[in-house]
């Protein structure tokens, strides 16, 4: 059975860091590409970083770019996901998607993906 484990959320401080990890298993990790989206309160859920476990090539929203890093360690079948200077606006519950076969350029649509993890907290405060 497919299954994402999420950890590492939390409460940090503007300007902070946090490390996200998604553990996968019942599926060949080397196979398929692995994203992160993120849901606030009243709004809908946005993609922020995704994977192609294969190669490591990797996507980010504008809204991230040079502040968050996704990385994937395939012996561990984990990805992580850095979030580095943290504002308020980063506030949500953050999810782990995976899918394969997958148009990429397309990502940040959560319709394109096949599972979900459980989500994790992260709050921001000023």
């Known amino acids: 059975e497919v299954q994402l484990v999420e950890s590492g959320g939390g409460s940090g401080q503007a300007g902070g860091s946090l490390r996200l990890s998604c553990v996968a298993s019942?599926?060949?990790?080397?196979?398929?590409?692995i994203a992160w989206f993120r849901q606030a309160p009243g709004k809908e859920r946005e993609g922020v970083a995704c994977?192609?476990?294969?190669?490591?090539?990797?996507y980010y929203a504008g809204s991230v770019k040079g502040r968050f890093t996704i990385s994937s360690d395939n012996a561990k079948n984990t990805v992580n996901l850095q979030l580095n200077s943290l504002n308020p606006e980063d506030t949500a519950v953050y999810y782990c998607?995976?899918?394969?076969?997958?148009?990429?350029?397309?990502?940040?649509?959560?319709?394109?993906?096949?599972?979900w993890g459980q989500g994790t907290q992260v709050t921001v405060s000023s």
């Open positions: 998607a995976a899918g394969t076969h997958m148009y990429l350029s397309s990502w940040y649509w959560p319709v394109e993906w096949s599972y």
């Open positions: 994977i192609q476990n294969s190669d490591g090539v990797a």
């Open positions: 019942g599926f060949t990790f080397d196979d398929y590409a």
